[in-house]
């Protein structure tokens, strides 16, 4: 099946450094994305992984990548309150065609 | 900048009116989707375009069509809104393949 799940709620304090996680049960997934979404948005592309990888670091940003346990993560570090919005991962899957499964989302408030 | 449009950015329609939404790319890639996205869920697929062909999820409701008259353009009719049918709508586009994709602003539909 594909079912991708988040937890829906994280908060945190400016500065702080923020993980937002999700867990995945399809194991073909060929690239697994984190996109960004700010009220009334549309949904900006922040990162992707890469399957084979373990760890993508980008800036503030790192995914980590565990696929034995099929579970993703992002973190965000000395986060900012322009970094509250709703987190979406997604996943592409091998012979999927085009199709992206996403995520519940998680919402990230970031507080002074 | 290369980007992907949506107009309007809101529209309202009336319970059973005709309403078409569109998108329209610059980044010239081959694949266009459509995204259906209610309050607080994540973003389900309704169909995509590989070049010309078209490609429609299963669980999408006859209801939904779409128009790929050119690389540049792709549109949403809905023939019959239904309350049930309000949301934003999301087009993405991607090169092609398993490849990323990239989000429109959004169009948020009000049926009254």
């Known amino acids: 099946g594909e079912d991708v799940e988040q937890s829906l709620f994280l908060s945190v304090r400016e500065g702080d450094s923020s993980v937002i996680n999700c867990t995945y049960t399809?194991?073909?997934?060929?690239?697994l994305y984190w996109y960004k979404q700010e009220p009334g948005a549309g949904l900006q592309l922040l990162t992707y992984i890469f399957s084979n990888m373990d760890m993508k670091q980008d800036q503030r940003l790192t995914v980590l990548l565990n696929k034995k346990d099929k579970h993703l993560s992002l973190r965000i570090a000395d986060t900012q309150t322009g970094d509250s919005a709703i987190y979406f991962c997604?996943?592409?899957?091998?012979?999927?065609?085009?199709?992206?499964?996403f995520g519940t989302g998680t919402q990230l408030k970031v507080e002074l | 900048d290369a980007m992907v449009i949506q107009n309007p950015r809101y529209q309202v329609t009336q319970f059973g009116k005709p309403v078409t939404l569109s998108c329209s790319q610059t980044l010239n890639h081959n694949v266009m989707y459509w995204y259906q996205q209610k309050s607080s869920q994540a973003p389900k697929l309704l169909f995509h375009?590989?070049?010309?062909?078209?490609?429609n999820e299963a669980d999408t409701p006859d209801n939904f069509q779409s128009r790929r008259p050119n690389t540049s353009f792709c549109f949403l009719d809905i023939r019959s809104p239904g309350l049930g049918d309000a949301a934003m709508y999301l087009c993405?586009?991607?090169?092609?393949?398993?490849?990323?994709?990239?989000f429109g602003p959004g169009t948020r539909l009000t049926v009254l």
């Open positions: 997604a996943e592409s899957l091998t012979g999927g065609g085009n199709k992206l499964t």
């Open positions: 399809d194991s073909s997934s060929t690239y």
């Open positions: 993405a586009t991607s090169r092609g393949g398993i490849d990323m994709q990239f």
């Open positions: 375009y590989y070049d010309k062909d078209f490609n």
